[in-house]
């Protein structure tokens, strides 16, 4: 954006130019023909007075550089690091100098050999990743019906699979391997042909899904006739136990010990018929 104003203008208070998602956004002010004076300095200290750092108002090129490589290859800042005590990103602007296109403590427009290798790689990866995730969500296709991908693929089916899987596993090593290697090209190739292999493992499992048959089954409430039997079985079962403890209880104590508890039951009732007359 070219904004006609006599005053500084930041995004953010602080940004010339900025990412946000896909686009990379920036101010110029052409009507700021000198250079905008920063909150930030160099040399505080005891070795002499601090110069101010200025900022080119009138050409956002380093700042629109430094927006892009964030908006489409993926490369941050150099003087955001992230602290993993707080779990959020901070400033550190002791390596954002020389070839870099972030910071005010510098004005250079050209790129460090990390600035080309991190948007090479980030390439990479942006291929690497969708075709990663569509092949675990293949893999997992079965499972919420309670099956294995093995399970499903008859065994043609299955040979074919397997092969293409060899041929995808193959494949993703060399493009690791490219990749330690900082050759970015044949890694870009081996990521990209992982989407035919890709594309020949989703073709069998489709072909062997359209086999499938889905039914529906409902299940029968439970039988009134067998809710009381049980309840018959149970109440069987204490009257069993009951009886039980009271036959090992005689036995233990002797067989006049139920015939002294029921004469003492009959004299107390007759105690009680006596008194009531």
């Known amino acids: 954006f070219c904004v006609g104003r006599s005053r500084l203008a930041l995004l953010d208070g602080h940004r010339q130019a900025a990412a946000i998602g896909g686009v990379a956004m920036a101010l110029q002010l052409p009507a700021l023909s000198g250079d905008a004076t920063l909150e930030y300095a160099c040399g505080l200290g005891a070795s002499g007075p601090s110069k101010a750092l200025v900022l080119h108002a009138a050409d956002p090129t380093r700042a629109l550089l430094g ?96 092969r293409r899987w060899n041929f995808f596993l193959h494949k993703l090593t060399r493009a690791t391997s490219y990749l330690s290697m900082h050759n970015y090209g044949q890694a870009l190739y081996y990521a990209l042909s992982l989407e035919h292999d890709e594309r020949g493992m989703r073709r069998i499992v489709d072909e062997a899904s359209s086999h499938l048959v889905t039914s529906l089954r409902c299940g029968s409430p439970p039988d009134s006739w067998s809710v009381r039997a049980t309840g018959w079985v149970v109440g069987a079962a204490l009257v069993f136990v009951v009886t039980s403890g009271l036959a090992i209880y005689r036995v233990l104590k002797g067989p006049d010990a139920f015939l002294r508890g029921s004469g003492r039951g009959v004299a107390l009732a007759a105690r009680k018929s006596s008194k009531q007359w």
């Not at 927006?67 to 992230?82: I, M, S, T």
């Open 67 to 162: 927006a892009l490589l964030e908006a489409q290859w993926g490369v941050g800042p150099a003087h955001v690091e992230y602290d993993p005590h707080m779990g959020v990103a901070r400033p550190n602007y002791l390596w954002a100098v020389g070839l870099t296109p972030f910071g005010p403590f510098s004005h250079e427009t050209r790129l460090s050999f990390a600035y080309l290798d991190g948007a090479r790689r980030a390439r990479v990866y942006a291929v690497l990743e969708p075709v990663l995730e569509r092949v675990h969500s293949l893999l997992h296709s079965c499972a919420p019906y309670g099956r294995h991908l093995d399970e499903v693929l008859n065994p043609s089916e299955h040979v074919k699979f397997v």
